[in-house]
């Protein structure tokens, strides 16, 4: 007996250190998970807005809409909503390349089953690594798409940073206040404006325009169509029509570069909606509606996005799922 009490003793013993090792380590990386969240600066607007996406109540969204700054600046979904009674969402980051946009869909696809999926595809004159990595990934919720982003869509250099977010931002502690903290770690309400951001002014010298925008070379054109091959397998995968779309801007791809875009999308199987010289068809006029070449400012995209609601009811045949008396009451609200 006294045998056996020994042997347990010694068995405790000698597990009790790599337990604790084990403890100290967990306990160590909340901490660090914590303090990243923290420090990290809280995003309101101008895209990689995850927060309130992930707050809208589940399977609610009749669309998702992709892109970069053009789509976050252009589309608003409350204006859309007024038009049409669909629900949507621009789910959107600065410069976003289509390779993180692919993971951005894939995230958004864990909470949403939308009838349609819309990108603004101006990122295939996109080239491989734009300058806003550290937002678009970095504001990815944790977990495997954004481990995805982090090693395939974003530049070798940021990775330390985005796996570990306080390497980018514990210089932060001197300024952090304690409102900011916590409002950091404390869950997120919906958003009203469901991802769009709106600018206001006009560009000045935009009576000069159309301005062309120029391609990327042929290689790197290839290696977007590649990730826009993948973000249209995993549409038809998930049974979601997918489409591809220009933007109404007074910055321009040349017209060749436009036609090769759509022939390679015909190839996808992709329908493909070149809206790039529809300005004025649209209703947008370019002295009054534009904010810069790129974008249009908060009236000119109040002008689009009723427009768009049209367009998803008439020309794609896109009608309103059902709602919930409390998110049909919200988003009158927000209207």
């Not at 089953?113 to 919720?141: D, H, I, K, R």
């Not at 409102?179 to 560009?203: I, N, R, Y």
Request: with cysteine; hydrophobic share 40%.
């Amino acid at each position: 007996m006294a045998h056996e009490t020994e042997w347990s003793l010694l068995r405790t013993s000698k597990w009790r250190e790599p337990i604790f090792a084990l403890l100290f380590l967990i306990l160590a990386a909340g901490l660090i998970g914590v303090l990243s969240l923290a420090f990290r600066p809280v995003r309101t607007d101008y895209g990689a807005v995850w927060g309130p996406y992930l707050a809208e109540p589940e399977d609610s969204l009749d669309y998702l809409y992709l892109g970069s700054s053009y789509a976050y600046c252009d589309v608003d979904p409350t204006a859309v909503y007024d038009q049409s009674g669909l629900t949507g969402y621009v789910l959107a980051g600065p410069e976003q390349t289509l390779s993180q946009t692919y993971w951005y869909l894939r995230e958004a696809l864990e909470t949403q089953t939308p009838s349609l999926v819309v990108l603004e595809g101006s990122a295939l004159a996109f080239q491989e690594y734009q300058s806003y990595t550290q937002v678009n990934v970095g504001y990815m919720p944790f977990g495997l798409n954004r481990l995805g982003a982090v090693f395939t869509a974003a530049e070798p250099e940021l990775r330390t940073g985005l796996l570990f977010p306080l390497y980018f931002y514990h210089s932060r502690w001197k300024e952090l206040t304690a409102g900011e903290a916590a409002s950091a770690l404390l869950p997120t309400g919906t958003d009203a404006f469901k991802g769009f951001t709106p600018v206001s002014g006009v560009f000045e010298q935009i009576a000069d325009g159309p301005f062309t925008r120029q391609p990327q070379p042929q290689a790197v054109y290839e290696e977007n169509l590649s990730w826009l091959t993948r973000i249209a397998a995993l549409c038809e995968k998930q049974g979601v029509a997918f489409a591809l779309v220009l933007h109404p801007t007074y910055s321009q791809l040349p017209a060749d570069t436009r036609t090769q875009i759509a022939a390679d999308a015909t190839a996808l199987g992709v329908p493909f909606f070149d809206w790039t010289e529809e300005s004025l068809s649209i209703g947008i006029r370019p002295t009054s509606h534009y904010y810069d070449p790129g974008h249009l400012n908060q009236e000119g995209a109040a002008i689009f996005s009723a427009w768009l609601g049209d367009f998803f009811t008439e020309e794609l045949s896109l009608s309103p799922k059902h709602q919930s008396a409390e998110n049909s009451a919200a988003w009158q609200n927000v209207v």
